[in-house]
């Protein structure tokens, strides 16, 4: 075949078709190797983007684990540490518990010692009251006997008989008198 620049009729339209037919072809053979590029391309980012996903949610699953983790530890520190402060107060309130049962004992106690002291008190005010009426009464007798012996004009051996010389006379009666029952 002879390239012939201006060709005329079939020869022409022959050209024409083989040169789309090249040009078609062509296309077909770039878009087919662009298709198979992109495929590739996006085999490969698929499965390097599923991997990238896969690790991600391997993260994530990890990450919520840690966190999980982490929240369960917080929540045991927090519980111990509450039982702990609960065991504590709650051993200080029976502290308190116990010095409040012994501090009204000891207060019943108290009151029962004021009261037996109370007692005794007025038990030995009475007793005291008693003697000092007792020797109030004995002196005012003595005085009486002692003005009864000065003015009654009684005497004894010649000599005027008073209350010194008649308890002299009683202290060695009762002597005498108890040596004889001890004879």
């Given at each position: 075949?002879?390239?012939?620049?201006?060709?005329?009729?079939?020869?022409?339209?022959?050209?024409?078709?083989?040169?789309?037919?090249?040009?078609?072809?062509?296309?077909?053979?770039?878009?087919?190797?662009?298709?198979?590029?992109?495929?590739?391309?996006?085999?490969?980012s698929?499965?390097?983007?599923?991997?990238?996903?896969?690790?991600?949610?391997?993260?994530?699953?990890?990450?919520?684990?840690?966190?999980?983790?982490?929240?369960q530890?917080?929540?045991?520190?927090?519980?111990?540490?509450?039982s702990?402060?609960?065991?504590?107060?709650?051993?200080?309130?029976?502290?308190?518990?116990?010095?409040?049962?012994?501090?009204?004992?000891?207060?019943?106690?108290?009151?029962?010692?004021?009261?037996?002291?109370?007692?005794?008190?007025?038990?030995?005010?009475?007793?005291?009251?008693?003697?000092?009426?007792?020797?109030d009464?004995?002196?005012?007798?003595?005085?009486?006997?002692?003005?009864?012996?000065?003015?009654?004009?009684?005497?004894?051996?010649?000599?005027?008989?008073?209350?010194?010389?008649?308890?002299?006379?009683?202290?060695?009666?009762?002597?005498?008198?108890?040596?004889?029952?001890?004879?």
């Amino acid at each position: 075949m002879k390239p012939v620049l201006l060709a005329k009729g079939s020869e022409t339209l022959w050209f024409q078709w083989q040169s789309w037919s090249y040009i078609f072809i062509f296309c077909l053979v770039t878009a087919l190797i662009l298709g198979v590029m992109f495929n590739t391309f996006r085999t490969f980012s698929d499965a390097s983007l599923i991997e990238a996903k896969q690790k991600l949610a391997q993260k994530s699953e990890e990450l919520e684990k840690f966190k999980q983790q982490y929240r369960q530890q917080m929540e045991q520190d927090v519980l111990r540490a509450h039982s702990q402060k609960a065991e504590q107060l709650n051993r200080r309130e029976r502290e308190l518990d116990t010095i409040q049962n012994q501090a009204a004992r000891q207060q019943t106690e108290s009151s029962e010692r004021l009261k037996l002291a109370n007692h005794a008190i007025r038990r030995q005010h009475k007793e005291t009251m008693s003697k000092l009426g007792q020797r109030d009464r004995l002196s005012n007798e003595k005085r009486l006997i002692a003005e009864y012996l000065k003015h009654a004009g009684l005497t004894l051996d010649d000599e005027p008989l008073d209350y010194t010389k008649l308890k002299q006379l009683a202290s060695s009666f009762e002597k005498r008198h108890s040596n004889q029952k001890g004879e």
